[in-house]
Every structure is written in C-alpha cells, then in structure tokens.
C-alpha cells in the first residue's frame, strides 16, 4: 500500500529515529543512486524557496529524475482542478508528489486521486511536517538530547503550519514547549503554556524559534503595525544575553521583525543549519516514502 506524509503523525517514533539515521549519512552532501529512474515532482501551489529547492536538490542527490512544475505557467490558469493537476503529472510515473497548497488538507485529499506517494510540502495553516523533522533533527544535532529541554515558540503561532507541526512533533519528543505572541497570534485554545511576553520565558529555554508574521494568512490587519508587534516580540541580541540558547527560524525571514540582524548571524543561531539539514532529512524521507520502507 502506498504511504504518504500528510502530518507527522503518520510516522512512528522508530520511523523518525531511522529517517534521522539514515539523514546523518547525508549532511557532507553526499549522493547515490537509491532513487535511480524514479521520477520526484514539486506542485508548489504556494511560493517557496526553501522547502521546493531542498526537495529538488534532495531527489538529484539520490539519483532520481526531479520536476518542479510551474504553477504560475501551468493550465491552473485555465480552469485545470489541483487533483486533475496532480493527476496528470501522475500519470507521468511519478513517484513521489510534494505538494504546498494554501488549503489545510489538500495533501490528504489528493493522496486519494494518484498512484505516488504524496509528500506535504505545507497545507495552508494546518501542517509542515518535513520542516518539524528538520527541526526536531536539528535541535538533537545541538542540545543532544532534547527530553525535558524548553523551547519558547514565538510569533504568529496561530497561522502557522510550522508551530502546529512543531508543537505535535517537539512535545511528543519530550520537550516542553511554550508559546508567546501578543493573544491575536495565539491559539484561541491549547493545552500548551502561553505567555504574552518573551523576557520572563527566555530564562532556562534551550531554544527560541521565532515565527514569520504570516500577513497573507490575515483577513485583516490585527495589529496597530509590525514595528509595534517587533518591539515585544523580535528576538534580540540584547533579549538573549549570554544565555546558552539556541535561535531557529524556518524562513524566510522578517529581519528587524521576527529576529533582529544581531540575532540571525549569531554564533547561537541554527537558521542555516536548519536549511543545510533539511536537504538531509529530506533525502531519507524521500527514499523511505519512493521505496516503501
Ligand atoms: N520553511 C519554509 O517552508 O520555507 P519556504 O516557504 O521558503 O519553503
């Protein structure tokens, strides 16, 4: 039966532990030929620069043949369905489908359409579950063990499909995670901390991962600006002192909003390697999922 990565919560604890095995293999850019005369395809309904590259360099890196379709060019602009879409590209023998759609759900609703493995590239405000294993992969690369460790999650965590991915994946590692956003950013009901301020929570935290603010996500403008919002929710150097605590961000970036420049080039900041392991991670999922393992 063909398996497909909608959310995290369709791999088991030992399925992660072997993706992240097999992804330690990849991190000096090594390539083979696992997915030789595979076909990998991108669908990315939503821009991307990361998690659409990663996936390109991750398949070329095992071998496989690798499209990256141009929605923008595609005949979405003449009425063509998504699942249709799909479909097509499908029929080409693909074996595997990334897909970021702006609808919470789209990755599991076309899994029901194709004969290849769908991979969620990000589905609207709902999930990114290959950016929560890069990140799970990348805070053990740090801290080591990161059981009973804190991280403060900061921004705009109620449209994010990066904190919802992360909040199931880091809580179910063990660690214990926090939320801080002004209360429009939080969700309107969880059973996780939440605190209107990041000063009092960076004290014993192993990790911040700050949030892009997510204003194509807003219906309306819900903050007086972003530099009201940066001013009590940007990390800072100054903010971190000497704590011994690590910054992540997916991207892409707001600087001066979510992190202060100071911030992002700081010898505590994982942001690059965050990208450096998600083409690691990428390639042991790809090669999991397009050879059934
Ligand atoms: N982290 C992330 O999803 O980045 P992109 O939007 O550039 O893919």
Redesign the pocket.
């Known amino acids: 039966m063909t398996r497909h990565l909608t959310t995290t919560a369709d791999l088991t604890d030992d399925e992660i532990e072997a993706i992240f095995d097999e992804a330690n293999g990849y991190l000096d850019g090594q390539t083979n030929q696992k997915l030789r005369g595979k076909l990998v395809i991108n669908i990315f309904f939503e821009?991307?620069?990361?998690?659409?590259s990663s996936f390109e360099v991750a398949s070329k890196r095992l071998g496989a043949e690798a499209l990256s379709l141009d929605v923008a060019s595609s005949s979405e602009s003449k009425g063509e369905t998504m699942y249709d879409t799909a479909a097509n590209l499908d029929a080409m023998g693909a074996s595997a489908i990334v897909i970021r759609h702006k609808n919470a759900g789209a990755p599991k609703i076309l899994s029901k359409y194709v004969k290849a493995s769908v991979i969620n590239g990000?589905d609207g405000a709902h999930a990114?579950p290959t950016?929560a294993l890069l990140d799970l992969f990348t805070l053990r690369q740090a801290i080591g063990d990161v059981r009973g460790k804190k991280i403060l999650i900061v921004g705009d965590i109620r449209n994010s499909r990066?904190a919802n991915s992360n909040i199931k994946l880091l809580t179910r590692f063990g660690m214990k995670v926090v939320l801080a956003a002004p209360p429009h950013f939080l969700p309107k009901r969880s059973s996780i901390k939440m605190v209107w301020n990041i000063r009092d929570e960076l004290d014993g935290a192993s990790a911040v991962m700050s949030l892009r603010t997510q204003t194509e996500r807003h219906e309306r403008l819900i903050y007086a600006s972003l530099s009201d919002y940066a001013a009590n929710f940007k990390i800072t150097k100054e903010a971190l002192g000497d704590r011994n605590i690590f910054v992540m961000h997916?991207?892409?970036v707001h600087r001066n909003v979510d992190l202060e420049d100071g911030a992002l080039s700081d010898p505590r900041s994982l942001v690059l390697r965050q990208v450096h392991n998600g083409v690691a991670v990428r390639m042991a999922i790809l090669s999991k999922f397009v050879l059934g393992y």
């Open positions: 821009n991307s620069t990361r998690t659409r990000g990114h950016q990066v997916p991207g892409p």
